[in-house]
């Protein structure tokens, strides 16, 4: 295990994740779009991109608008309504995105999200799962058992 302070930790964590998502959804892009990765990689890219701005922007709101509330423990409420929030904001971005690039209407745009979005929620999933077990947050790791 590798332990990181909370910065480079979250640094290394979009770094990653990011690389891997732009392959994987070029994969999935060429796939739902009939086209190769040449015009796909772009997309991702962007794609990419928006979700790391909107990421930032939207958390940074989020947490401003928890503290002007003063929400003290983020319940699965909250946690519902930050996931749709995010994933709204994502999908306004995107779906101009792919209507322009391929030039598709918003039904076709709008399935191709859907089926991003899928994909995300599974590998978002087993990345962090992977990402906790290789690099530890400080003072989270077990310690050694006495020999």
Request: aromatic share 14%.
């Given at each position: 295990?590798?332990?990181?302070?909370?910065?480079?930790?979250?640094?290394?964590?979009?770094?990653?994740?990011?690389?891997?998502?732009?392959?994987?959804?070029?994969?999935?892009?060429?796939?739902?779009?009939?086209?190769?990765?040449?015009?796909?990689?772009?997309?991702?890219?962007?794609?990419?991109?928006?979700?790391?701005?909107?990421?930032?922007?939207?958390n940074t709101a989020f947490e401003?608008?928890?503290?002007?509330?003063?929400?003290?423990?983020?319940?699965?409420?909250?946690?519902?309504?930050?996931?749709?929030?995010?994933?709204?904001?994502?999908?306004?971005?995107?779906?101009?995105?792919?209507?322009i690039w391929y030039d598709v209407?918003?039904?076709?745009?709008?399935?191709?999200?859907?089926?991003?979005?899928?994909?995300?929620?599974?590998?978002?999933?087993?990345?962090?799962?992977?990402?906790?077990?290789?690099?530890?947050?400080?003072?989270?790791?077990?310690?050694?058992?006495?020999?």
């Amino acid at each position: 295990m590798i332990t990181l302070s909370p910065l480079k930790r979250r640094i290394v964590y979009v770094v990653i994740f990011e690389i891997i998502a732009i392959i994987s959804s070029t994969y999935v892009l060429m796939k739902l779009s009939d086209s190769d990765a040449a015009e796909s990689l772009p997309v991702a890219v962007m794609v990419s991109l928006a979700a790391v701005i909107w990421n930032f922007i939207y958390n940074t709101a989020f947490e401003a608008w928890e503290q002007r509330r003063q929400v003290a423990k983020r319940t699965l409420l909250i946690r519902s309504i930050h996931a749709l929030g995010f994933e709204g904001g994502l999908v306004l971005v995107c779906l101009p995105i792919y209507m322009i690039w391929y030039d598709v209407g918003l039904l076709e745009a709008f399935m191709m999200e859907v089926a991003l979005l899928l994909f995300f929620l599974v590998y978002t999933f087993i990345f962090t799962l992977i990402f906790d077990k290789i690099f530890t947050l400080p003072n989270h790791h077990k310690p050694a058992p006495a020999s």
